[in-house]
DNA sequence: TAACAATATACCGCTTGAAGTATATTCCTT
DNA sequence: AAGGAATATACTTCAAGCGGTATATTGTTA
């Protein structure tokens, strides 16, 4: 109902170096929490938190597939989300840790869908 | 040098409702803490605090003149910080509270600069 | 210099969030 | 049903931020 208080959620969200990561690879596409911790080389229960702080405020949709839960960036997004997401994007193309972020997302993207069971 | 340490400061800086109110009014024009509290219906000491947050981390500029301090956007600005402002304006534009103090301060612009003697 | 106006800062109490450790939950497999 | 794998939650500690009250600073004017 009241839009600056869905903005500042947004930002809220925005302002930690790992949701940041985590928002800039489910950029590319959904994941699931052992990806996330093979690439950035967090510990389960912080990726697992940001993650759930995420997904409390609307950043992020989770499913499960059996033991693994799949987290993406919504569907439908608010204008102010989805422009707060696109500027993101713009921001961080130039940012040594989110482009090796990618970078290691794409290069280990096959090894880590033949290693894991997983459906993401 | 750690560009996203930078950006993680910006967000910081855009995660509280008086601070979005501030930076969305300066981007009219440069403002005095005294038009700020006049058009916020905020207690100067409130005001003043989140100036100084803002400007500690670059998001304004000051400048003193006589009793006055004359709070500004940079004129020089990261990309990011220019992205970011950019992205607030765009998702401010539908919002009512943002709208009305645009407002404000425009249909009190001149009783403002009547009123008082401050050079902004 | 004294008084005043505009603004800034120090301090306090409260809340939120981040990280870590331990444990719980949920689902799959045997 | 039991064990294990993937993930989530509870609890603790610590730091940061917000609002309020009081006071300090800085510059102007009489």
Known sequence: MNGDVELISIYEC???QTRLRLLNLLNVRPLCVCHFQ???GEPQVKI????AYLRKRGLVEAERD?????YRLPKKRSPELDKNLRCLQDCV????IFKQDITKLKRRSKAIE????CGC
């Open 14 to 16: 925005l302002c930690d």
């Open 38 to 40: 093979e690439l950035l």
């Open 48 to 51: 697992s938190k940001h993650l």
């Open 66 to 70: 059996g033991n693994w839960m799949i």
């Open 93 to 96: 193309q130039e940012n040594r």
């Open 114 to 117: 033949a290693s894991s069971p």
